[in-house]
């Protein structure tokens, strides 16, 4: 296995870095504060794109540094999920740089999905323009009224009637809902009560748009509403939607979930240490740069060990996520799961710690919007979360491990037995 970046993923990463530098570190504050201003407070009925971002995502395009994740050279970069990687990296150190690039979350997971699964038809309504950037679009998974955790808990409803579907019921944790941009949502509920657990679900197309579809409010994560974006909480009532809606056919919805979010976890985890990047170098900054009791605040209490060890997370981070993304391109996600779930609870664990180091560095600048550390902050605990918790995903990595054993434990009793 080698983690070389190829000529072309090199080729890209060189352009990335030289946009990074020259457009998006200069505009980093000045994007702060446009949000700030535009953007607060609960009623996102008044939220609106950041313009400095929207000038951005303008350049990107012009440059070719667009849709950089998708594996299809016609409509994306044409690089693997391995190839990918260390681009999601880089877009990680700044928290919105991802969509200059159209590479954010949840819409690189729904353009993935209808790529992979969608119709002509669904294609050319709904990802045609995802891929070019003139909508949002999101994904209504969570329920407030079940342990999420178990996916197979869900409860909103899928139902035939004639040549609709009628869906019912409350998701929330909804990324991106307030966007005023946010067109339409990829739906998950309970189609087929009596299917085994994981065919008893599909997924939907709906446009937001569509009588009964409720969005009741925007949930603050540590008190911040994440604007333009936010995370809501929406209602189906009697939606109604053609059939021509469904995604690949009823019963297929953990399907296309273990599809969408294989990839999209590696773009997670990367963009985690991408940002584990940033908090590292702020630290540095800060500990360079300030005094107290006569000596440099990184010579005091143990700070260069933290720091050290906090090269040590980010770097054995990289090495799983990387390997992890090797493992989907030459296996497949299926035989990869165990390598997901690790990286999914290593990288944003490490992501917290050095935040966390880096908010006591900067004291009470840590904690305010004056530094970007509270809003990393704020990430790394969610992603904690967000695909699944920590626990979900160490059972997964568990439950692989002693499928191991026992196949070792049986193959030694056979050959003991033969012999």
């Known amino acids: 296995m080698d983690f070389t970046p190829s000529l072309k993923a090199q080729d890209y990463l060189e352009r990335l870095r030289s946009f990074l530098g020259t457009h998006i570190a200069p505009a980093a504050e000045q994007v702060r504060q446009q949000n700030c201003s535009l953007n607060h407070g609960r009623d996102w009925t008044s939220w609106q794109p950041v313009p400095l971002v929207e000038t951005l995502k303008a350049k990107a395009r012009e440059r070719g540094l667009w849709n950089l994740f998708l594996p299809d050279p016609n409509m994306g970069a044409g690089l693997s999920t391995l190839e990918y990687a260390p681009l999601a990296e880089l877009m990680g150190g700044y928290e919105f740089a991802a969509e200059v690039f159209n590479c954010n979350a949840p819409d690189t997971g729904n353009m993935e999905v209808l790529y992979h699964f969608g119709t002509e038809w669904q294609k050319e309504t709904w990802l045609r323009p995802l891929l070019d950037g003139a909508i949002r679009s999101v994904f209504c998974m969570t329920e407030p009224g079940v342990a999420s955790s178990d996916a197979t808990n869900m409860r909103a409803t899928i139902d035939e ?19 005023p941009n946010a067109r339409f949502a990829i739906f998950m509920g309970l189609s087929d009560p009596d299917a085994p657990p994981h065919s008893r679900h599909s997924m939907v197309i709906v446009p937001l748009d569509t009588p009964g579809v409720r969005i009741l409010r925007m949930l603050p994560v540590h008190g911040e509403y994440d604007a333009p974006y936010g995370h809501g909480e929406v209602t189906f009532e009697n939606v109604r939607v053609p059939k021509s809606h469904l995604i690949l056919g009823r019963g297929m919805g953990f399907q296309i979930a273990q599809g969408r979010l294989g990839p999209g976890r590696i773009h997670h985890c990367m963009r985690a240490i991408g940002a584990a990047e940033s908090a590292l170098k702020l630290s540095i900054e800060r500990g360079l740069s300030r005094q107290a009791f006569g000596k440099r605040l990184l010579d005091l209490g143990g700070n260069q060990e933290r720091l050290a060890r906090a090269r040590m997370a ?98 030694q009793e056979s050959s003991h037995g033969t012999s």
């Open 161 to 179: 009637d004639g040549d609709s579907l009628v869906l019912n019921g409350r998701k929330w944790w909804t990324t991106g809902i307030g966007h």
């Open 314 to 411: 980010i770097d054995q981070a990289r090495l799983l996520t990387l390997y992890a993304a090797w493992k989907i391109d030459t296996a497949g996600v299926r035989h990869a799961m165990s390598e997901i779930s690790s990286i999914k609870v290593v990288a944003p664990n490490v992501l917290q710690q050095v935040v966390d180091m880096a908010i006591q560095l900067h004291g009470g600048a840590g904690v305010s919007d004056d530094t970007p550390l509270a809003g990393l902050h704020a990430m790394a605990r969610s992603l904690r979360l967000a695909d699944g918790p920590d626990e979900v995903h160490c059972a997964m990595v568990a439950r692989t491990e002693l499928r191991k054993y026992s196949a070792l434990r049986q193959n």
